[in-house]
Every structure is written in structure tokens, then in C-alpha cells.
């Protein structure tokens, strides 16, 4: 399985992005996926996670309330959509699937099979 995630760039501060992350695998209707991110020298962490359905979401503290994981499994395709962006928000984005659990959206990076390559996200303040 691989994931090709897109969509990230550089914004100011309170603006928005959206990122994108498409497989061309079968399998993804059937496979958690989720977020994670990376900022310099931090470790990777969870941002959001979604069921196999797109019924059930799971947040990171610091997404709820500004992101919005989203899936649409007729184009293999998951979202996450970006408001109100902090400059702590700056990290290397990864888009991840679990294609092992179909029930539980694990938040430990770990538990996810594959990874994409990653797209950055720059907040100017």
C-alpha cells in the first residue's frame, strides 16, 4: 500500500489548508487512517484518526476544535482540514494507515503499518 499525501505550504497564522492523502490500494475502505506530524527536532505525533466508515474520529488536544479528519472511500482519498493554524502547528504532515485493527483508532504511532511520505505545513505568525 502506498499513500500519497498533498496539500501542505506555507500560510499565515489563523488561515486554513487541506491536506490530502490518496492510495490507489483496495484495501484503504477497509483500513483506520489517520495524521500524524513532525516537528523539528519533537517527536512524531498523533493529530487524527478516522474509522473505516468515516462514523467515529479520534483528536489530538491540540486539533480539536481547529482540524477535521474526513474520508471518502469511492476515491480512496482521506482529508484533514486545517483552521485556525498556529505556528506550533509547522511539522511534517504523514498520512497513515492501520490496515491490521479495523476497530480501535489508536493514537501510538506504532500501531499504524504505513506511512506516506509526508508533506510540510509552515505557520508564519
Known amino acids: 500500500v502506498q499513500l500519497q499525501a498533498y496539500g501542505g505550504g506555507l500560510v499565515q497564522a489563523g488561515g486554513s489548508l487541506r491536506l490530502s492523502c490518496s492510495t490507489s490500494e483496495r484495501t484503504f475502505s477497509t483500513s483506520i487512517m489517520g495524521w500524524f506530524r513532525q516537528a523539528p527536532e519533537k517527536e512524531r505525533e498523533f493529530v487524527a484518526g478516522i474509522s473505516r466508515s468515516g462514523g467515529r474520529t479520534r483528536y489530538a488536544d491540540s486539533a480539536k476544535g481547529r482540524f477535521a479528519i474526513s474520508r471518502d472511500n469511492a476515491k480512496n482519498t482521506v482529508y484533514l482540514q486545517m483552521s485556525n493554524l498556529k505556528p506550533e502547528d509547522t511539522a511534517v504532515y504523514y498520512c497513515?494507515?492501520?490496515?491490521?485493527?479495523?476497530?480501535?483508532?489508536?493514537?501510538?504511532?506504532?500501531?499504524?503499518?504505513?506511512w506516506g511520505q509526508g508533506t510540510q505545513v509552515t505557520v508564519s505568525s
Open positions: 497513515v494507515a492501520d490496515l491490521d485493527n479495523p476497530m480501535i483508532i489508536s493514537t501510538t504511532a506504532r500501531s499504524y503499518d504505513i
